[in-house]
């Protein structure tokens, strides 16, 4: 089901948490809402649940409003940070939990707690209890949980934001397959904007309270609308007004017309890619990302002078 914010504001005291966003969300979409601690992530995402009430705006799922409405009438299902289980009910119970309490027919919840279990991969564990897994299996129960009620949105605040990195990253690509599975809507919250990027078909960006663009990840990182979505979506030298990505620069070891001498500071290996950190006869510091290859063909050392140029600058006007 679709997801419209029409002029939403919130405020906590004399702070903004929510200033006059208006968003639409797509049926059957994956999208991110990114940006710094603080900017209003979670604020949005409980206004769209119900959990919190906008000073002025409305939300509306599907064609319906439902801004006044409490969560459990908004067909929404909710995964957070460190998901709350029962400790004392099994992994199955808890799956089960929503359909018990809405007394559907106990073959039905067995059926549909078996499915939900496969669907997230915790199929032989319902017998388990929530401390006999593991952070990922736990969230992973959490989804489960949410979508036995089959909710109209799924919404979900950094739900694998306590897991560690590799744990991380493998339930980004699982989460990416279920949704493609389920295709239900859904919504996440994070601040990390390779999450938002690997995982998302539409980015909103938010920053203090405000939306400062939305887009898919590929145009978001290509054309960013402002300075705040350059350098907070992937890196980026930045010199006076001119915003350079760093594979955007290139290195060589001759100068040219258009070449500018600068000295290596520190070579970083990630793999297939390269980091060079140089600074520059002004000062200006700049990282450059080449491949590996490239290093090795330049033969790149610590202290050496090289001539760097760049071959796509972005510039804001206005700004
Ligand atoms: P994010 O999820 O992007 O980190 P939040 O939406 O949680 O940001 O919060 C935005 C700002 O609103 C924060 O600076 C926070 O201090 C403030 N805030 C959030 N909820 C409350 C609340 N219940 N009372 C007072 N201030 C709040
Ligand atoms: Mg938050």
Redesign the pocket.
Known sequence: MSISVRNAS?Q??E?K??DDVSVEIASGSLTA?L????????????VIAGL?TPDSGSVFIGDKNVTGRPPQQREVGFVFQHYAAFKHMTVGDNVAFGLKIRRRPKSEIESRVKELLELVQLDGLAKRYPSQLSGGQRQRMGLARALAVDPAVLLL??PFGALDAQVRTELRAWLRRLHDETHTTTVI?T?DQEEAMEVADEVVV?NR?RVEQVAGPRDLYENPANEFVMSFVGQVNQIDDTFVRPHDLELTLEANGTTREAMIERIVHLGFQVRVELVRDDGEHLSVQITRDEAERLELEQGQIVFVRSTRETTFSGS
């Open positions: 919130k906590y005291g702070f948490a929510l809402l940006g710094p601690s603080g900017s209003g992530k979670s604020t949005l995402l409980r919190e605040d950094e919250v601040h938010m309270g």
